[in-house]
């Protein structure tokens, strides 16, 4: 059983991976909420804080969660609470690269979503992706699906670069 956990958090790492790089290639939440005074997520919060108002790593409920934890613990030093935001958010984003709760990984505000869609024609669902990744850790998503996952997530990063260069 363990060894099979441990394929499945490297599985989830894979693909947390690929949706990292699809993050990074757009920089949306720096340029637009966390520079911001504003936040695009809620009006009322500051636009440092962005969408991270709380812990989602303490208070999300996933299959196999304890595991994901104890990897996270293991990687990164537990971080200073944090009052007004979730205590592993800072001014420049979140401090984790990687080991992030479903919700944290797959979330993105209505505003993005709008954005995706008008710009670059993706039609992003967090509420499939967060099933994906909470799939994956219990060992219910099937390999074709992360493959396919991964192929529709590399092209997107692709459809991207080429929008914003022309390269």
Known sequence: MEEKLEKRVETYLEVESVLNDFFKELDFCYENCLTQEESLFLSDLPGHIGCCSYNQHDQAVFPFKEIL???????YPKPEINYEACDYHTMDGCLLGDHKPPACITYVCPKFRTYL???????YDNDHLNELFKG??????????ISRFKSEFNYYIEKIKFAQTGF
């Open 69 to 75: 934890d104890t990897k996270r613990d293991e990687k």
């Open 117 to 123: 869609s008008n710009r670059f024609d993706i039609i």
């Open 136 to 145: 994956i850790l219990s060992g219910k998503t099937e390999q074709k699906e």
